[in-house]
């Protein structure tokens, strides 16, 4: 798997954090706020976070695992060009929802409502967290959350070639959330007024769009 895909994938998570806060920082900051006032809240956090990125590399591996078993059974691997030029055009779409410019991604979120309709009770039998380690299965479960940026990265995921590539570009996503994630409670206000910034959302975008149109020619002079 090129380096480069990861590098990609990291970027997404980082450039889309604004999307991420939106989502999952007020869950973030609850866990913050909801620690033990005689324990810090950073292991909490990472905790948290920890869970929810292991839930991004376990759908990466079963998406690529899955898709790689098919193209290697099938042996049709024009079809895995294919896919990657589908993956590239999420991407695209990707920069357009970020930056504003259209707001599609937002109905392929609904999509995945109807699986977390049947996860989200469970999250609420985990509060209050009593330790640091409690956050990880909570992390975990909002690992799942229903979110366009994370379709995107697993669209990359599902045609890396193999489990282990589509488990890493989902690990290399999460980690570019990360920094973000980890703020909530801290600079909460400042980061979410910078991401939220629609000049710096665009630029973002601009940066991912043409990323998505390189890929996109790359693959299809393949095809």
């Known amino acids: 798997m090129p380096f480069s895909d990861l590098i990609a994938a990291f970027t997404v998570g980082l450039l889309g954090a604004g999307h991420c806060l939106g989502m999952c920082g007020g869950v973030a900051a609850a866990v913050s706020m909801g620690t033990p006032q005689n324990q810090h809240k950073?292991?909490?956090?990472?905790?948290?976070?920890?869970?929810?990125?292991?839930?991004?590399?376990?759908?990466?591996?079963?998406?690529?695992?899955?898709?790689?078993?098919?193209?290697?059974?099938?042996?049709?691997?024009?079809?895995?060009?294919?896919?990657?030029?589908?993956?590239?055009?999420?991407?695209?779409?990707?920069?357009?929802?970020?930056?504003?410019?259209?707001?599609?991604?937002?109905?392929?979120?609904?999509?995945?409502?109807?699986?977390?309709?049947?996860?989200?009770?469970?999250?609420?039998?985990?509060?209050?967290?009593r330790s640091p380690f409690a956050a990880l299965p909570f992390g975990m479960l909002w690992g799942w959350l229903p979110c366009g940026l994370v379709y995107s990265a697993l669209s990359w995921a599902a045609v890396a070639g193999n489990a282990l590539d589509g488990l890493l570009i989902m690990v290399a996503f999460g980690l570019g959330t990360l920094p973000a994630m980890l703020l909530v409670g801290t600079a909460a206000e400042a980061t979410k007024n910078l991401l939220n910034n629609l000049i710096f959302r665009r630029f973002s975008s601009l940066i991912l769009l043409m990323y998505g149109i390189i890929t996109a020619y790359s693959v299809y002079n393949q095809l």
Do not use: C, D
């Open 42 to 129: 950073l292991p909490f956090l990472l905790f948290y976070n920890g869970g929810r990125l292991l839930s991004y590399g376990l759908i990466g591996a079963i998406a690529g695992g899955l898709v790689a078993g098919v193209v290697g059974v099938t042996q049709i691997t024009q079809q895995l060009l294919w896919l990657r030029l589908a993956a590239a055009i999420m991407m695209i779409l990707l920069a357009l929802y970020i930056g504003r410019f259209w707001n599609g991604l937002a109905y392929v979120e609904k999509v995945g409502q109807l699986l977390w309709k049947r996860l989200s009770p469970l999250s609420t039998k985990l509060l209050p967290l």
